[in-house]
């Protein structure tokens, strides 16, 4: 079996604003970078960009495991590792997509643009996005509504926005959101309520037009199987790069042929290649990768370029 010497870098990503969620303020995104070399010279690269609070392993597991890992590694090893952001990464080391990423115009004509403040739009307007996100569930939802009303006032009429809410809201504010949106052309809801509330969520699914997402609910296969076995039938947010194994999610979707909108961790160019391919193969809906301009540095496609910048 073909052995590969392995390396990993550590690195560590400074946004150019604190990105404020539900879950809390996040200033930096911490993560690996991982190279695999085989005995005929041919070089891959992977990431590790843990997310532990949205349920994968954390920063010092996966680092744990690079440090314990041999200097030479084969394929078996690499299908015995149980962390699902360490799976991603060294699958995606181990073997190359069959076709290039599509980067670039895919990216911003095929990709939402998260939002920080509801004026960046017009930046990223005029760089070819149509599609916007906005984070909700982090102030007064009398204070949101209205801020998300400014913003639909000002945007184009082919714009597309979609709200996120990672498990902030009540009941009852859930349903204040989806009478809202069910007023405008919002595309979706993604996880307004906790991963407990499933029952909750499909029940409101099925009252508004507005569709629900689910995104915290299925961070990993196990959870996007388990949220299929319970009857959801709505539209799955998935994060590669805390999904698991590429090959195991590429095959779920096409068995289960689902609802898919691809999404970012924060990952740098060489976790969102394969991101980009798997939603290239599985979803007809624009991906949710367009966070680049959140940070300065580690922005190059150059996979050699962002090693050697470590």
Known sequence: MTKFRFEYRLYHRRFRQPLKTHHGVWAVREGILIRLEDESGRVG?????????????????????????????????????SLPACQFGFETAWGSPLNPPLVGDFERRNSSGLLGKIEDWESLWEQGYRT??????????????????ALLNQLPENATVRLDANMGLSETETHQWLEFCDSYNIEFIEQPMGIDRFETMLKLSQQYRTAIALDESVANLAQLQDCYDRGWRGIFVIKPAIAGFPSKLREFCQQHSIDTVFSTVF???????????LAAELSDRAVGYGTSHWFEDLNSEDFEELWNSL
Request: with cysteine; glycine share 8%; charged share 25%.
């Open 45 to 81: 690269f992977g990431e590790i960009s843990p997310l532990e609070w949205f349920g994968s392993e954390s920063i010092e597991d996966a680092i744990a495991l690079c440090r314990t890992a041999p200097e030479s590694i084969d394929l078996d090893w690499i299908r015995g590792i």
């Open 132 to 149: 916007f996100k906005v984070k909700i569930a982090v102030a007064p939802i009398e204070m949101e509504i209205a801020t998300l009303k």
């Open 267 to 277: 990952e740098t160019a060489i976790g969102r290649r394969m991101g980009l391919q």
